[in-house]
């Protein structure tokens, strides 16, 4: 064969890849028809941080590219048939009487006397839902309010479209079909999505079970994200994935840390009873789990000031802590600070002190608020993603699995470590969340020690989010298991000396 006709034979072979839509149209596409990050990936078979990458700038090839490609050009072919049957001229309709006008099934909405900003969006909306302002029209939700100049430029867009609904109704004094928000998901709609990964895992891996192990750790960020989707569905609010956040949520420094103190404990009592005391270290059961039930912001965080604090909105808070005289039996709510004067707190720091400096407790003075970063918030916005793990947890124990229990503790450890600043996870970016959530884990620890007190035992150390060490009987005020309301020993150990060795 010749030169030319090895390079004709190569011309002959060479297939042009298939042309994709460009970048900044792809996520609106998908959006647009109301199908999350995750269905899209289960369908091309990739992961939803796959998909994530493409709609940033990145091109997948071979095979996948002409499904994503023909999602792609599928959708916009869609999308045009819609809005071309939109224009054409509607029949006249017929009269409709007075009741047809007002809304159905909207038993938690109210109509605002004055606009005020949407959770999800910023804008102006009209009602509330549950007594969070938001727009029940997704369509209505504008552009979230333009950020500072510090407002950074990767591309990450300011939220998500709410899910569709089951039934439309329509909105007051409005022509407009609009969706009832609150529908809720029964437990049978969301398939078992642990059992069927790790069933197709330990296939893959001929059952291997630390093979399978591995691998399931290794996915279980984007799996997490799945999961979370799947929850979500039918949920009372959507949420702002990737909002602008003020900079006392940003690091300071490329290996830096933000302002934001979580208030961990690292506290060991100073001073023991005279003799030789049996202390047992107990162990928190799945306590980042746990924290999972916790007040979070729903959308974009909003400036205030002043010494005030709204419980249905979170966020973070620049306080002037209290003086905490109680350090000789329990640690301090705040956690270690070598530092004195005002400093950025968590919600859960915040409503700590708060507890603590009312009339139940009387433990110390209220804290003192001086401005804020808060939104809209929720306790129960991880609820059902939380109980699935639960579950999925209780099982797995129950059944010795350990390749199960291992694959569940990676994906909401690594949930909650990852949706900050971090490149392992773009489906979510959520500082706040995080300090949020690991601010819980700490005050869910402080509470136990607390309770452990008031029952008569010896708080002897708090570590972190699962580690408390006691003096006494301590199955008479905690149950031992491996439960989340339950409490492990993992050691037991010996301190003080006796009059003898003294002398």
């Given at each position: 064969?010749?030169?030319?006709?090895?390079?004709?034979?190569?011309?002959?072979?060479?297939?042009?890849?298939?042309?994709?839509?460009?970048?900044?149209?792809?996520?609106?596409?998908?959006?647009?028809?109301?199908?999350?990050?995750?269905?899209?990936?289960?369908?091309?078979?990739?992961?939803?941080?796959?998909?994530?990458?493409?709609?940033?700038?990145?091109d997948?090839?071979?095979?996948?590219?002409?499904?994503?490609?023909?999602?792609?050009?599928?959708?916009?072919?869609?999308?045009?048939?819609?809005?071309?049957?939109?224009?054409?001229?509607?029949?006249?309709?017929?009269?409709?009487?007075?009741?047809?006008?007002?809304?159905?099934?909207?038993?938690?909405?109210?109509?605002?006397?004055?606009?005020?900003?949407?959770?999800?969006?910023?804008?102006?909306?009209?009602?509330?839902?549950?007594?969070?302002?938001?727009?029940?029209?997704?369509?209505?939700?504008?552009?979230?309010?333009?950020?500072?100049?510090?407002?950074?430029?990767?591309?990450?867009?300011?939220?998500?479209?709410?899910?569709?609904?089951?039934?439309?109704?329509?909105?007051?004094?409005?022509?407009?079909?609009?969706?009832?928000?609150?529908?809720?998901?029964?437990?049978?709609?969301?398939p078992?999505?642990?059992?069927?990964?790790?069933?197709?895992?330990?296939?893959?891996?001929?059952?291997?079970?630390?093979?399978?192990?591995?691998?399931?750790?290794?996915?279980?960020?984007?799996?997490?994200?799945?999961?979370?989707?799947?929850?979500?569905?039918?949920g009372?609010?959507?949420?702002?994935?990737?909002?602008?956040?003020?900079?006392?949520l940003?690091?300071?420094?490329?290996?830096?840390?933000?302002?934001?103190?979580?208030?961990?404990?690292?506290?060991?009592r100073?001073e023991?009873?005279?003799?030789?005391?049996?202390?047992?270290?107990?162990?928190?059961?799945?306590?980042?789990?746990?924290?999972?039930?916790?007040?979070?912001?729903?959308?974009?965080?909003?400036?205030?000031?002043?010494?005030?604090?709204?419980?249905?909105?979170?966020?973070?808070?620049?306080?002037?802590?209290?003086?905490?005289?109680?350090?000789?039996?329990?640690?301090?709510?705040?956690?270690?600070?070598?530092?004195?004067?005002?400093?950025?707190?968590?919600?859960?720091?915040?409503?700590?002190l708060?507890?603590?400096s009312?009339?139940?407790?009387?433990?110390?003075?209220?804290?003192?608020?001086?401005?804020?970063?808060?939104?809209?918030?929720?306790?129960?916005?991880?609820?059902?993603f939380?109980?699935?793990?639960?579950?999925?947890?209780?099982k797995?124990i129950?059944?010795?699995?350990?390749?199960?229990?291992?694959?569940?503790k990676?994906?909401?450890?690594?949930?909650v470590?990852?949706?900050?600043?971090?490149n392992?996870?773009?489906?979510?970016?959520?500082?706040?969340?995080?300090?949020?959530?690991?601010?819980?884990?700490?005050?869910?620890?402080?509470w136990?020690?607390?309770?452990?007190?008031?029952?008569?035992?010896?708080?002897?150390?708090?570590?972190?989010?699962?580690?408390?060490h006691?003096?006494?009987?301590?199955?008479?005020?905690f149950?031992?298991?491996?439960?989340?309301?339950?409490?492990?020993?993992?050691?037991?150990?010996?301190?003080?000396?006796?009059?003898?060795?003294?002398?």
């Amino acid at each position: 064969m010749t030169d030319f006709e090895a390079i004709d034979a190569l011309l002959a072979r060479a297939k042009q890849e298939t042309p994709l839509p460009p970048v900044e149209e792809r996520r609106p596409l998908r959006e647009a028809l109301n199908v999350s990050r995750a269905q899209l990936a289960q369908a091309l078979g990739v992961a939803a941080s796959t998909v994530g990458g493409w709609e940033s700038g990145r091109d997948p090839s071979g095979e996948v590219r002409e499904k994503y490609a023909y999602f792609l050009n599928g959708a916009r072919t869609k999308l045009d048939t819609a809005a071309t049957a939109d224009t054409e001229p509607a029949a006249e309709p017929a009269e409709e009487s007075a009741e047809a006008d007002e809304p159905t099934d909207l038993d938690d909405v109210d109509e605002l006397a004055d606009p005020q900003p949407c959770v999800l969006c910023g804008q102006p909306a009209h009602h509330q839902v549950e007594g969070f302002p938001q727009h029940l029209d997704p369509a209505d939700c504008g552009p979230a309010p333009t950020a500072p100049a510090t407002e950074p430029t990767d591309g990450r867009s300011e939220a998500r479209r709410p899910a569709a609904a089951d039934r439309p109704v329509r909105q007051a004094g409005r022509g407009v079909k609009v969706v009832p928000v609150g529908r809720r998901m029964q437990s049978a709609d969301t398939p078992d999505l642990i059992t069927s990964a790790v069933t197709a895992v330990l296939t893959e891996h001929a059952g291997d079970a630390e093979a399978a192990t591995a691998a399931l750790v290794k996915r279980a960020i984007p799996d997490a994200m799945q999961l979370l989707d799947h929850t979500r569905r039918g949920g009372r609010y959507d949420v702002v994935a990737h909002p602008w956040l003020p900079d006392v949520l940003r690091k300071q420094t490329a290996r830096g840390a933000d302002q934001v103190w979580e208030g961990r404990p690292k506290w060991t009592r100073p001073e023991l009873p005279a003799g030789v005391h049996e202390v047992t270290a107990l162990d928190v059961n799945g306590s980042y789990l746990s924290a999972l039930k916790t007040h979070l912001p729903l959308g974009q965080l909003e400036h205030s000031t002043g010494d005030h604090h709204d419980r249905r909105r979170a966020g973070i808070h620049l306080i002037t802590p209290p003086t905490w005289d109680h350090d000789q039996v329990l640690p301090t709510p705040i956690g270690n600070r070598d530092e004195a004067g005002p400093l950025w707190v968590t919600e859960p720091t915040l409503r700590l002190l708060q507890r603590l400096s009312g009339p139940k407790y009387a433990l110390c003075e209220p804290p003192v608020i001086h401005e804020s970063w808060t939104s809209g918030a929720t306790e129960g916005l991880l609820e059902k993603f939380r109980i699935t793990l639960k579950d999925a947890r209780d099982k797995a124990i129950a059944d010795g699995d350990d390749v199960t229990l291992e694959y569940v503790k990676a994906m909401y450890s690594k949930f909650v470590s990852t949706m900050g600043e971090s490149n392992y996870n773009r489906e979510l970016y959520r500082t706040d969340w995080m300090h949020l959530i690991r601010s819980q884990a700490f005050a869910n620890l402080w509470w136990k020690a607390h309770r452990a007190y008031e029952e008569g035992l010896m708080v002897v150390r708090a570590m972190g989010t699962d580690e408390l060490h006691v003096i006494g009987e301590w199955r008479a005020v905690f149950t031992e298991g491996r439960g989340l309301t339950e409490m492990e020993p993992k050691d037991i150990y010996m301190v003080g000396t006796t009059t003898e060795e003294k002398t």
